[in-house]
């Protein structure tokens, strides 16, 4: 698992989680479809439109994001689709933070804008070195998975969490 820390305001803090999951051995695909993507054209994170079965809710002490912004991208074998099947493994993003562009700023990471966006809205809430945080993924089969870390004493650009 692979977290990104980044400067919101004046506070340092996780913007966004990255892991990668494949299929148990002889398991029964599973349909990542991703609720959110990123723009071709500018980099912004926007909302696919497509029904995503698969929901992602992030927690930490402060907050709980309920079918938090995530996106997907299959590495090495696939078949185009976004079905993880045999053999295929798919790098899920996590997004606490909303990522846009603008002119003046170029690509940006931000706070939510209130309880309509899955993002963290509070600069007080973020997440920051030291802090624990939860990621409870449950698709349409098998049993949810919970992913549980804790984040550094102090935050790098890029880290990987065990």
Known sequence: MDTDADNIGDTDAMVKVNFTVTNAAGGTPVDLTPAWQLNGTDGNLETSGLANPAVINYSDSKQLLEDAAWTVAFVGKNDGDNILEAEEKA???V??????YDAVEGLHYSLGAGAADPFIDAAGDLVAAGDSFSLQITTETGAPLTIERT????????????
């Open 91 to 93: 790098e899920i993003t």
């Open 95 to 100: 997004w606490v933070s909303d990522y846009q």
């Open 151 to 162: 984040l550094p004493p102090e935050l790098d650009g890029m880290m990987r969490l065990r």
